[in-house]
């Protein structure tokens, strides 16, 4: 009885693990499975597509072949690195950090900060500029009183003689 | 009266050089680049730089499994750029397959095939489909299509004994007569 029932334990245990594996050899990828590579990839065919909406049928191929990678167990690096092995390194939405790749990445902010700079002095050199010029004409009207004015003198005198 | 100076006050000089320079430099590489990409395809008359064709298993070459255009000097070199989700590449299929059969006794030219941008098992199944027997692999890293700069497929490379181009055939062939009066030009 005791010899039974190990035999049946170990038959079950044993038809377990070929369930297991079995259930993991046959589990095909999802088409959001598919697509989350495919979104990171473009086909040099059909430049400006991603692939994961291009209606090719070169994409289509691409696809099928993401979705037998995954089921082969080959993680998302992998299946990329494959990618840029067989077709270049064009095909990855987002390029390699490498030689003038680099100009991607370094322009940008560059620009940017350099703009900035560029906003920076101007606004100084406007703001310094109307300082100087409401300091220059504060010192010019302190310099020269009315009574010198000749014009006003000469306004005076003739709003005085209309009376 | 007393004068009162504004500070004259702007970008230095040093910064403004960097900025004009890099922009300058900036828009020569864009300049280059969109030349590069204007130029069209190889022209006749080239010389063709050496590159590399690996080899699908069974499409080898006298056993290797890769070739090197220099590998057939003093050859005439068709060198065909197709693929397998490529309409127009399966119009000529039969053409080039017989043009080969019938060059490929004398040994005077090679057929080579380069797989653009293609799955290997969609590329097995046309190869098979088509009953292609010529060398044939695929373009790695597109290396290759890149060096010809094609603009698609199929376009198809005459390459004379001495490694220069000579013709260029953009699109399908239309005849078998048609491939074997573009290969007497060169091999009478």
Known sequence: MKKLFLTLTFILLLSALFAGSALAQDKVPTDDEVNAIAKQLYCPVCENTPLDVCPTEACRQWRELIRTQLSQGMTEDQIKQYFVDNYGARVLAEPPRTGLNWLIYIL?????????????RSFREWTGRSKASSVLSAERSAATPPAEDDYVARLEEELKNRK | MTETTIPKRGVPLWVQIIIWVFIVGLLALVGV???????????????????????FSGYEYEGRSEVKLSDFQGKVVVLNFWASWCKPCEQEAAELEAAWKFY????????????????????????????????????MGT?????????????????????????????????????KSIIAQKNP
């Open chain 2, 33 to 55: 680049i969109l030349s590069k990409r204007q130029q069209g395809t190889v022209q006749p008359g080239d010389a063709i730089p050496d590159f590399r064709l690996p080899l």
């Open chain 2, 104 to 139: 490929e006794p004398h040994g005077e030219v090679v057929f080579l095939g380069a797989d653009y941008v293609d799955t290997e098992p969609e590329a097995r199944a046309y190869l098979k489909k088509y009953g292609i027997t010529f060398f044939n692999g695929p373009d």
């Open chain 1, 108 to 120: 940008p902010p560059v620009i940017i900060l350099a703009g900035a700079f560029i906003l920076f």
């Open chain 2, 143 to 179: 290396k290759i299509s890149q060096l010809f700069r094609i603009r698609g497929v199929p376009e198809t490379y005459f390459i004379d004994q001495n490694g220069v181009l000579y013709f260029v055939k953009i699109g399908p062939f239309a005849s078998v007569n048609e491939i």
